[in-house]
Every structure is written in structure tokens, then in C-alpha cells.
Nanobody
Framework: QVQLVESGGGLVQAGGSLRLSCAASGRTFSSYAMGWFRQAPGKEREFVAT????????YYADSVKGRFTISRDNAKNTVYLQMNSLKPEDTAVYYCAADLRGWGGSSNPVEYDYWGQGTQVTVSS
């Protein structure tokens, strides 16, 4: 079992920044890949970013590439999503997820085994 708790969401103006955190517990954090997804009202959950177990490799959706950065601190059992140059279309509930079976790099939500409860990000224009 893995428990994931997100934090750091909120209301920000367009062009601003937020940093999301996801604290993990229950299994050795460095043994699984992590990802961030988001879901806007009326839309399907979409991939945002993923990071491999060691943090050596990261992958991003085209829509956030160059603006968002995923990172992890295995000593703190935490994964982060730094979001810069935010746009109104980034408004969504953001979820972190753990991929216990893969090496990392998957954008498919069905390949993730555990999910956090989500944190709301709202970007005003």
C-alpha cells in the first residue's frame, strides 16, 4: 500500500507560479516512479508529467513543457511539480500517482497503481 497526499494548490493569477507537493508513505519511495495528472471539469484526466525512480529522467505533456518541472526528493519521500507561467487553461484538480510496476515515463493513467486525493489549482485571467 502507498498513501499519497498532495498540497500546494490554490488560486493564482495568470502568469504566476505554484509549487505542488506530494508526500508518499507506505513503501520505499525510491522503488517506484511518480506522475502528475490533472482533471478539469467535464474533461478526462490528462497526463502532466512523470519522473523515474531515481529522478534521472522526466517527461512532460506538450501543453506544459517549458513551464512545469517535476522533481523528487527520495530522502523526503516527496515529489514536486513546479508550475510557472500559469494559464487559465491550467485550471484543474491535480493528482499525484505512483507507478509501482513500470520504470517511469508512462503517460497512461491506467498504469498507475495509487492516487492522491487531488489538490485544486485555479488560474484567473
Amino acid at each position: 500500500q502507498v498513501q499519497l497526499v498532495e498540497s500546494g494548490g490554490g488560486l493564482v493569477q495568470a502568469g504566476g507560479s505554484l509549487r505542488l507537493s506530494c508526500a508518499a508513505s507506505g513503501r520505499t519511495f525510491s522503488s517506484y516512479a511518480m506522475g502528475w495528472f490533472r482533471q478539469a471539469p467535464g474533461k478526462e484526466r490528462e497526463f502532466v508529467a512523470t519522473i523515474t525512480r531515481s529522478g534521472a529522467r522526466t517527461y512532460y505533456a506538450d501543453s506544459v513543457k517549458g513551464r512545469f518541472t517535476i522533481s523528487r526528493d527520495n530522502a523526503k519521500n516527496t515529489v514536486y511539480l513546479q508550475m510557472n507561467s500559469l494559464k487559465p487553461e491550467d485550471t484543474a484538480v491535480y493528482y499525484c500517482a505512483a507507478d509501482l510496476r513500470g520504470w517511469g515515463g508512462s503517460s497512461n493513467p491506467v498504469e498507475y497503481d495509487y492516487w492522491g486525493q487531488g489538490t485544486q489549482v485555479t488560474v484567473s485571467s
